[in-house]
């Protein structure tokens, strides 16, 4: 056993200061091969455990992250609303399925093009800001362009987000035909979809995995608890209605 003491041995009482200060303390190397293990303060801990995503550049993966998350989350909570809204009004499996896959189209082409137009906006304001900036050489406002975000690169993103977050409802329970466990799996597999796509999300933004999760599927439940409640209060009020007869 090998006992190294750096900057000085000292007392105990030395050691607890340098302990505080962040500087060196004792550390023990058994067969010259040892563990080493610098005390490091509280702060300096968490700068640690969240070196995982250490060097990687968020501002250029942030517009495609947003439009995937964001595209995954609204195409599950939209399609599986629109699943268990229907299906408030009327339990008959193909109204169901019908509906979630008009939603699930309808929806992916609105956030492709959507995404497309709001992206391009910027894209031209912050080229316009680049060419008005005289002090910029030719290679710099290259540069400057290329870590521009991508109008198609984002409109594509989302729409393939939503598309794969409307397909997990529609592919689980579309071909259930009892009303009470076709409704109980699409709340179940929506739930477990919007708990990992928030902590996803979480996940490659380097934030906290489960508060990120936790903070989409609660918001998921509100949405589908406001979409049942408010179309079962419509087919109460006109009892007798039935959305099915032309499907």
């Known amino acids: 056993l090998h006992v190294q003491v750096a900057q000085g041995g000292g007392s105990s009482r030395r050691r607890r200061r340098r302990r505080r ?15 080493r293990r610098p005390e490091r303060s509280r702060r300096r801990r968490r700068r640690w455990r969240r070196g ?11 517009q495609w992250l947003r439009a995937a998350v964001l595209g995954a989350n609204d195409g599950l909570v939209s399609v599986a609303s629109l699943m268990i809204g229907i299906g408030a009004v009327n339990e008959n499996n193909k109204a169901m399925l019908v509906s979630g ?40 406002a290259a ?23 409307g397909l997990l409802p529609l592919l689980t329970s579309g071909f259930i035909k009892p009303w009470g ?21 979480g996940y490659l933004g380097g934030a ?3 508060r990120s999760g936790t903070r989409v599927l609660l918001g998921g439940w509100l949405a589908m608890l406001i979409t049942y409640a408010v179309l079962r209060l419509f087919a109460t009020i006109f009892h007798g209605m039935n959305i099915s007869s032309s499907a």
């Open 21 to 35: 200060r962040g500087g060196s303390s004792l550390h023990v190397v058994e067969g010259g091969r040892g563990r």
């Open 52 to 62: 995982r995503w250490r060097g990687v550049n968020y501002m250029a993966r942030a």
């Open 101 to 140: 896959l008009a939603g699930l189209v309808a929806g992916a082409c609105s956030m492709a093009i959507g995404e497309f137009v709001s992206v391009y906006a910027q894209y031209d304001i912050e080229v316009t800001q680049i060419e008005r900036d005289g002090d910029i050489d030719g290679a710099d």
């Open 143 to 165: 540069a400057a362009r290329e870590k521009l975000p991508s109008p198609t690169q984002a409109a594509f993103a989302s729409a393939l987000a939503f598309a794969i977050g």
């Open 181 to 201: 466990p076709r409704v109980g799996v699409v709340c179940a597999a929506s739930s477990v979809g919007l708990a990992g796509f928030g902590a996803a999300g």
């Open 208 to 210: 906290n995995m489960v």
